[in-house]
Nanobody, 124 residues
């Protein structure tokens, strides 16, 4: 199993940018496709973005498409989420997750390993 630790969250003004990182350890990082999810207060956790094991394929939620970029550095065992043009509605705890399916997908139930989450707060 892989262990995941997120970092990079914080407070930012609307229109600003943040880059989240997710460091992986344990089983080989390239054995997993990866994803980012988020959970806002009082809401269910939702899909944000996913990337294949090689980084060659990505998929985004409509709400973040064109503003967020998911990427990975397999040599550093690290997943990233570059968040630009942030909006107050992006405020949430962001989680990275690993799936044994090598292709990108949005099925939360098929992500078997999760990080502890990092808080992102966007002020208006």
């Amino acid at each position: 199993q892989v262990q995941l630790v997120e970092s990079g969250g914080g407070l930012v003004q609307a229109g600003g940018s943040l880059r989240l990182s997710c460091a992986a350890s344990g089983r080989a990082f390239t054995s997993y496709s990866m994803g980012w999810f988020r959970q806002a207060p009082g809401k269910e956790r939702e899909f944000v973005a996913t990337i294949s094991w090689s980084g060659g394929r990505t998929y985004y939620a409509d709400s973040v498409k064109g503003r967020f970029i998911i990427s990975r550095d397999n040599a550093k065992n690290t997943l990233y989420l570059q968040m630009n043009s942030l909006k107050p509605e992006d405020t949430a705890v962001y989680y990275c997750a690993a799936s044994g399916l090598l292709v990108p997908h949005t099925d939360e139930g098929k992500f078997g390993s999760w990080g502890q989450g990092t808080q992102v707060t966007v002020s208006s």
